[in-house]
Each structure stands twice: as structure tokens, then as C-alpha cells.
């Protein structure tokens, strides 16, 4: 019953971490950039949630109405003015770009907001909980989290496979001059893609700082368990992606019912481990 | 007419050898000149150029662009503590040892993180900084999570007075940098070289002509590690304290060097060193600042990116069409009958 316990929270987590994972994703699969700075990205909207919560007075959940959009339009400012000038052949130009916006996200919020801790309060939700069965029980927010989660890992899918935008997405991911040539604007796709990755931060932000303590120095550690759940689900995948969330959620609940010192250490050795064993990741989507 | 491949600019050659020469011999002479500040920060430059070129071999000549060289900075560092304090080895002992145990894990690493290519080999390079970390932190012996310190007795058996020490130290940091740049140098001027800038150049073209790329990145990633961890080691041995935040640190050991070699310019050998001296240039005038000096360095970086990819050298090698050091080849045409010139 007690590991019943352990894991189910292990997957509870794994929605978020999937949803750290599913912006990741996308814009990789779309324009190959990896952005190393979006942990960080996490990490600001949770303070933008912060904000937004202490001056207007309205609850985390009701601020998404206003950090999702505003996320989104941040992304897409930056794929406009800074990211679209890094891609091209050579790696290196997203890479050190997106770090040194890390450094700047950083040290911006620390200069901003000190580096104490600071909670996004939910009210009496917070400590709700559902008796499934026996003696296992599920907090109403882990939950709502967790359903979250599979909508936007759903809403994601359906964008991407059942809408024109997709199309456009995919078309362009799979060779950009010919994407062009059918008259669709490169630049202004790989905008709304990062407007829409950063729409799913912002979602996972809010829920990383309603959940627990955060403070500016989180972001790496938000990217690094993001950029796990998409290697352990496989590449090019939103299902195998959620899924290595989970895996990864459920690896970190148990080395952390080991022993609390174990707990990130264990999700990086079962990252490690599929590395090893099965490097194109669990459930890789099959390409020709 | 025959023709021959040289190493270019004979004359900078000379000035390089020369300049070189009078610049070792003043640097190694700085305990005659400076003081102990002096000693202390000119090591610091020493680590520094030691890191950033080792790193602009990994990223600007073998492509692979690492984001977690502090894995090996920390690993090189805490094996000199162990040794030092579990095993009662001498430190100047434990520096090479850690270079060679850096190297011997790096093999294993390898295997795991060049399963992962370009963006994702960074990432997990990464990781398995991280991984590192952690293991250290859960090192009771060396202190856990908060980090020990070397016993006096490791230290004073270095060299009887602090003076002696000061100066010994000083000196393995130069003695460091110069072995780390004379390998650099060595490597790039031989066949494995011309290696690694074929594959800089094109991957598939340099397949077609009979290297192995695979092998000749992991050869690199190696002796890479193991420089790493040898300057990792006498870093601490200077700081006399150790704690895995400290050892492990991404900003100080990746960020910094990354910044670096950007700004002085990468893929020239030249580039981690005139970034060096700006990064401690804007440091001493403007650390004041704090978070926002690291911001503003972060902004630079972002601009020389995007404005002038090749750095400062590769500007200064634009318009001057200088290099101190000569890496790059030039076919020279050799007329045998007394005729023309051939220019």
C-alpha cells in the first residue's frame, strides 16, 4: 500500500514534468533549437503568476487567463528579434544564445526578487484530498495537475496533426525552403511555435510554483527534468514524451522514499539508464 | 615546380616566438615583481585561459559543444581531497593522478553521452555534471553536502614557509597552462590536427577522406577531461576548500569559460586567451555590480554571437591578418629554374 502511494505521486509529478518536457519538445521538433534557457522560462512565469496574484488579488489558477497569453507573446517577441537570427547550420549560435539568456532570466529575477523562496498561495485546495481506495489518497491539486497535464499534452497533439497550423508546423519542420516556397512565412511559424511552448511554460510555471517553494536559481534543474522526460519518451513523440515525464516522476518518488537524498539522483540514473540500454528513447516515433 | 605545404605567417611566427618568449619570462618572474594579490589573481588567469582553451579544442575544433566541463573542473578537484586527506598523497602528486582518473572516467562517459548528438550531447554532458554532484554530496568522508577543507598538515608539507607556497603554486599554474597550450599547439599542428579541422569544415567530407570521426571526437572529449581535471585539482589546491556546489559549479566552470572563448573568439587558439583578459578586465572594474555585471556579460556574449561569431581575434585576424600562433596551412610554389617570380 505505501509504494502504491509512492508511485501514484511519482506519476502526479510526472504530469508536470511532462509538461516541462512538452515545450521542449516542440520547438526542437519544429526548428531544432534546443532552449537552454527554459527552465528559467519556467521559472519567470511563476513570478510573472507571483505578480499578477499579489497585486490583483485573483487566485493562480484565474492568473493563467493572464500569464499563459503574456507568456506567449514573450515567445513570440523572442523566436521574432533574437532566436530566428541563431538558426542555420552551425549549432552553436541557439545554444550560447539561449544560455546566455538563461544567465540574464537568472540574474534579472534575482535582482528583482532577492534570492529567498516565495509560494504561490491556492487556498484551502491546496490541502484537499480524495480517498481513492483502502489507504491511498490523491491531493484534489496533484490531480488537477495531472489532468492538466494530459490536455495540454492532447491539445498539443491535436494542433499538430489535425489543424492547418500544424501542417504548417510539420511542413516546415520537415524541409524549410520547400515550406517557403508554398508561401509560408519560416519566420512567422517559428514564432508561433514559440509562442506556444511558451503558452505550455507558462501553464507548467504556475503549477511548479503553486505546488512548492521556487526561487530564481530553479531553472536549470526544471530544464534538465524536462530534457529527461523527452529522451526517456523518444524523440518526436508527444505520448512518448508524457510518458517519459512519468517515468521520470515515478523514478525520482521512489529513490526519494529511499532515502530524500536520492530523489534527483534517481531521475538521472534511470535517464542514464535508457541512454544506455535504449538510447532512441522508449516509444521513439518511426521516421523514414 | 614543386610545391609545399607550410604553416603560414613566417613573421608572425617570429614575433610569436620572440613575444612569446619575453612574455613567458616575465610571468614566470611575477613573484620577483608582484605581490601576493598579484600571484593570486595571475593564477586565476592562468585557470581560466587553461579552461577556456581546453574547451575551445571540444567546441570550436572538435565540435562538440559541452556544457558540462565543471563534471570534470569538480571530479579532477575532489580526487585531489581524497587522495590528499583519505590517502596522505602529496597534492603535487594528486594533480596529475586526477588528470589521469578524469580521463579513465571520461571513457565511460563517452560511451553514454555520444549517444547524443549536438544540442542534446550539451544537455547531457550536463547531467552528468549533475550526477557528479550529487555523488559528491553524498560523500560523508569529504564533508557531504557542505565540503571540507585540506587538513594544515597537507599544506604545510607543500613547502615550509607561506611565501614557498605561494610561489610553488604560482608556479604549477604556469607550468600548467603553458604544458595545456603546448599540447593544444602540438595536437592541432599534427595530423590529428588536420583532422579536427576537417571535421570542424564538413563531417561527411572528412568521412569520405578516411578519418574516423567518432573516434577522433572521443579522443578529444578524453584528453580533454583529462587537462580539465588537472586544472580543476589546482584550482582547489589554491583555494584550499571544497564543497560540491563549489566544485560542480556550472556558472563558474562552464558559463564563464563558454563566455570566454565566445567573446575572444572560438575556433582560434588565440580566442580564449584575449577573452580572458577582457572578462578579468570587466571583472575587476565592474564585479561590483554583481547579478547585474553577470547580466551584462551574458548580453555581450548574446551580441558578439550574433554581430561577429568569429570573436575579437577573429576580428583583429580580419583586418590585421595576423596569428601569434602558426596553425594555419599555406602552399608555397617553388619555381626550380631561376625564372619569374611566381608572384
Same mark, same amino acid.
Given at each position: 500500500m505505501e509504494w502504491i502511494n509512492v508511485i501514484l505521486q511519482g506519476v502526479l509529478v510526472g504530469g508536470l514534468y511532462?509538461?516541462? %518536457?512538452?515545450? !521542449?519538445?516542440?520547438?526542437?521538433?519544429?526548428?531544432?533549437?534546443?532552449?537552454?534557457?527554459?527552465?528559467?522560462?519556467?521559472?519567470?512565469?511563476?513570478?510573472?503568476? !507571483?505578480?499578477?496574484?499579489?497585486?490583483?488579488?485573483i487566485g493562480p489558477l484565474t492568473s493563467l487567463l493572464i500569464v499563459v497569453p503574456a507568456m506567449a507573446g514573450i515567445g513570440y517577441a523572442l523566436q521574432w528579434f533574437l532566436l530566428n537570427r541563431t538558426l542555420g547550420e552551425d549549432l552553436l549560435p541557439p545554444l550560447l544564445v539561449t544560455f546566455g539568456l538563461s544567465v540574464i532570466i537568472q540574474n534579472g529575477l534575482l535582482t528583482a526578487f532577492t534570492a529567498d523562496s516565495v509560494k504561490l498561495q491556492a487556498g484551502p485546495i491546496e490541502v484537499e484530498t480524495i480517498r481513492l481506495?483502502?489507504?491511498?489518497?490523491?491531493?484534489?491539486?496533484? &490531480?488537477?495537475?495531472?489532468?492538466?497535464?494530459?490536455?495540454?499534452?492532447?491539445? &498539443?497533439?491535436?494542433?499538430?496533426?489535425?489543424?492547418?497550423?500544424g501542417r504548417a508546423f510539420r511542413a516546415t519542420a520537415d524541409d524549410p525552403a520547400v515550406a517557403q516556397l508554398m508561401a509560408l512565412d519560416n519566420r512567422h511559424i517559428f514564432a508561433l511555435a514559440?509562442?506556444?511552448? &511558451? %503558452?505550455?511554460? %507558462?501553464?507548467?510555471?504556475?503549477? !511548479? %510554483?503553486?505546488?512548492?517553494?521556487f526561487d530564481p536559481s530553479q531553472g536549470p534543474a526544471r530544464l534538465i527534468f524536462g530534457f529527461e522526460a523527452v529522451i526517456i519518451g523518444g524523440l518526436g513523440s508527444l505520448w512518448g514524451t508524457f510518458a517519459g515525464g512519468l517515468l521520470l516522476g515515478v523514478a525520482q518518488a521512489i529513490g526519494a522514499h529511499l532515502n530524500p537524498g536520492w530523489q534527483i539522483l534517481a531521475g538521472h540514473i534511470a535517464f542514464l539508464l535508457v541512454l544506455a540500454v535504449r538510447p532512441q528513447g522508449l516509444f521513439p516515433k518511426v521516421r523514414t | 615546380m614543386s610545391a609545399r605545404v607550410v604553416f603560414a605567417s613566417r613573421a608572425g611566427r617570429r614575433i610569436g616566438l620572440v613575444g612569446g618568449a619575453i612574455v613567458l619570462g616575465a610571468l614566470a618572474a611575477a613573484p620577483l615583481w608582484g605581490g601576493r594579490d598579484d600571484l593570486a589573481l595571475l593564477s586565476e588567469i592562468y585557470a581560466y585561459v587553461a579552461?577556456?582553451?581546453?574547451?575551445?579544442?571540444l567546441a570550436g575544433y572538435a565540435g562538440l559543444v559541452s556544457v558540462g566541463q565543471q563534471a570534470y573542473v569538480g571530479l579532477g578537484a575532489y580526487v585531489l581531497f581524497a587522495l590528499a586527506i583519505l590517502a596522505g598523497v602529496s597534492p603535487l602528486w594528486a594533480i596529475p593522478i586526477a588528470g589521469i582518473a578524469a580521463a579513465g572516467v571520461a571513457v565511460a562517459v563517452a560511451s553514454l553521452v555520444f549517444r547524443l548528438r549536438g544540442h542534446y550531447f550539451a544537455i547531457g554532458t550536463w547531467i552528468v555534471a549533475e550526477v557528479f554532484r550529487l555523488i559528491a554530496s553524498q560523500l560523508s568522508p569529504l564533508g557531504g553536502g557542505s565540503g571540507t577543507s585540506l587538513p594544515a598538515d597537507v599544506i604545510i608539507a607543500l613547502a615550509p614557509s607561506r611565501q614557498a607556497r605561494d610561489f610553488l603554486q604560482y608556479w604549477i599554474a604556469l607550468a600548467l597552462l603553458v604544458a595545456v597550450l603546448a599540447f593544444i599547439l602540438i595536437l592541432l599542428r599534427s595530423r590529428y590536427g588536420l583532422a579536427l579541422k576537417a571535421i570542424r569544415d564538413s563531417e561527411l567530407a572528412a568521412t569520405c577522406n578516411g578519418i574516423d570521426v567518432t573516434r577522433t571526437k572521443v579522443l578529444v572529449y578524453i584528453a580533454t577531461a583529462l587537462g580539465t581535471a588537472m586544472v580543476g585539482a589546482l584550482i582547489f589546491l589554491q583555494r584550499l576548500r571544497i564543497s560540491p556546489d563549489a566544485a560542480f559549479s556550472v556558472n563558474d566552470w562552464t558559463a564563464f569559460v563558454i563566455f570566454i572563448t565566445v567573446i575572444g573568439g572560438i575556433g582560434r587558439i588565440e580566442g580564449p586567451i584575449v577573452g580572458t583578459v577582457v572578462f578579468f578586465a570587466l571583472r575587476q572594474t565592474l564585479a561590483d555590480l554583481g547579478t547585474l555585471y553577470l547580466m551584462m556579460l551574458g548580453l555581450v556574449a548574446i551580441g558578439i554571437m550574433l554581430a561577429a561569431p568569429k570573436g575579437i581575434w577573429g576580428l583583429i585576424v580580419e583586418r590585421f591578418g595576423v596569428s601569434v600562433f602558426p596553425l594555419e596551412r599555406r602552399v608555397v610554389f617553388e619555381e626550380r629554374k631561376p625564372a619569374a617570380e611566381s608572384r
Amino acid at each position: 500500500m505505501e509504494w502504491i502511494n509512492v508511485i501514484l505521486q511519482g506519476v502526479l509529478v510526472g504530469g508536470l514534468y511532462a509538461m516541462f %518536457a512538452a515545450g !521542449l519538445s516542440l520547438i526542437f521538433g519544429v526548428m531544432r533549437l534546443v532552449n537552454i534557457a527554459h527552465g528559467d522560462l519556467i521559472v519567470l512565469s511563476a513570478y510573472i503568476a !507571483l505578480v499578477i496574484t499579489q497585486t490583483l488579488g485573483i487566485g493562480p489558477l484565474t492568473s493563467l487567463l493572464i500569464v499563459v497569453p503574456a507568456m506567449a507573446g514573450i515567445g513570440y517577441a523572442l523566436q521574432w528579434f533574437l532566436l530566428n537570427r541563431t538558426l542555420g547550420e552551425d549549432l552553436l549560435p541557439p545554444l550560447l544564445v539561449t544560455f546566455g539568456l538563461s544567465v540574464i532570466i537568472q540574474n534579472g529575477l534575482l535582482t528583482a526578487f532577492t534570492a529567498d523562496s516565495v509560494k504561490l498561495q491556492a487556498g484551502p485546495i491546496e490541502v484537499e484530498t480524495i480517498r481513492l481506495f483502502g489507504g491511498v489518497y490523491v491531493g484534489v491539486l496533484p &490531480l488537477v495537475q495531472f489532468i492538466v497535464a494530459v490536455a495540454v499534452i492532447g491539445g &498539443l497533439q491535436f494542433v499538430f496533426y489535425r489543424t492547418a497550423l500544424g501542417r504548417a508546423f510539420r511542413a516546415t519542420a520537415d524541409d524549410p525552403a520547400v515550406a517557403q516556397l508554398m508561401a509560408l512565412d519560416n519566420r512567422h511559424i517559428f514564432a508561433l511555435a514559440m509562442a506556444l511552448s &511558451l %503558452a505550455v511554460v %507558462a501553464i507548467a510555471g504556475v503549477f !511548479l %510554483a503553486v505546488r512548492a517553494n521556487f526561487d530564481p536559481s530553479q531553472g536549470p534543474a526544471r530544464l534538465i527534468f524536462g530534457f529527461e522526460a523527452v529522451i526517456i519518451g523518444g524523440l518526436g513523440s508527444l505520448w512518448g514524451t508524457f510518458a517519459g515525464g512519468l517515468l521520470l516522476g515515478v523514478a525520482q518518488a521512489i529513490g526519494a522514499h529511499l532515502n530524500p537524498g536520492w530523489q534527483i539522483l534517481a531521475g538521472h540514473i534511470a535517464f542514464l539508464l535508457v541512454l544506455a540500454v535504449r538510447p532512441q528513447g522508449l516509444f521513439p516515433k518511426v521516421r523514414t | 615546380m614543386s610545391a609545399r605545404v607550410v604553416f603560414a605567417s613566417r613573421a608572425g611566427r617570429r614575433i610569436g616566438l620572440v613575444g612569446g618568449a619575453i612574455v613567458l619570462g616575465a610571468l614566470a618572474a611575477a613573484p620577483l615583481w608582484g605581490g601576493r594579490d598579484d600571484l593570486a589573481l595571475l593564477s586565476e588567469i592562468y585557470a581560466y585561459v587553461a579552461l577556456a582553451s581546453l574547451w575551445n579544442l571540444l567546441a570550436g575544433y572538435a565540435g562538440l559543444v559541452s556544457v558540462g566541463q565543471q563534471a570534470y573542473v569538480g571530479l579532477g578537484a575532489y580526487v585531489l581531497f581524497a587522495l590528499a586527506i583519505l590517502a596522505g598523497v602529496s597534492p603535487l602528486w594528486a594533480i596529475p593522478i586526477a588528470g589521469i582518473a578524469a580521463a579513465g572516467v571520461a571513457v565511460a562517459v563517452a560511451s553514454l553521452v555520444f549517444r547524443l548528438r549536438g544540442h542534446y550531447f550539451a544537455i547531457g554532458t550536463w547531467i552528468v555534471a549533475e550526477v557528479f554532484r550529487l555523488i559528491a554530496s553524498q560523500l560523508s568522508p569529504l564533508g557531504g553536502g557542505s565540503g571540507t577543507s585540506l587538513p594544515a598538515d597537507v599544506i604545510i608539507a607543500l613547502a615550509p614557509s607561506r611565501q614557498a607556497r605561494d610561489f610553488l603554486q604560482y608556479w604549477i599554474a604556469l607550468a600548467l597552462l603553458v604544458a595545456v597550450l603546448a599540447f593544444i599547439l602540438i595536437l592541432l599542428r599534427s595530423r590529428y590536427g588536420l583532422a579536427l579541422k576537417a571535421i570542424r569544415d564538413s563531417e561527411l567530407a572528412a568521412t569520405c577522406n578516411g578519418i574516423d570521426v567518432t573516434r577522433t571526437k572521443v579522443l578529444v572529449y578524453i584528453a580533454t577531461a583529462l587537462g580539465t581535471a588537472m586544472v580543476g585539482a589546482l584550482i582547489f589546491l589554491q583555494r584550499l576548500r571544497i564543497s560540491p556546489d563549489a566544485a560542480f559549479s556550472v556558472n563558474d566552470w562552464t558559463a564563464f569559460v563558454i563566455f570566454i572563448t565566445v567573446i575572444g573568439g572560438i575556433g582560434r587558439i588565440e580566442g580564449p586567451i584575449v577573452g580572458t583578459v577582457v572578462f578579468f578586465a570587466l571583472r575587476q572594474t565592474l564585479a561590483d555590480l554583481g547579478t547585474l555585471y553577470l547580466m551584462m556579460l551574458g548580453l555581450v556574449a548574446i551580441g558578439i554571437m550574433l554581430a561577429a561569431p568569429k570573436g575579437i581575434w577573429g576580428l583583429i585576424v580580419e583586418r590585421f591578418g595576423v596569428s601569434v600562433f602558426p596553425l594555419e596551412r599555406r602552399v608555397v610554389f617553388e619555381e626550380r629554374k631561376p625564372a619569374a617570380e611566381s608572384r
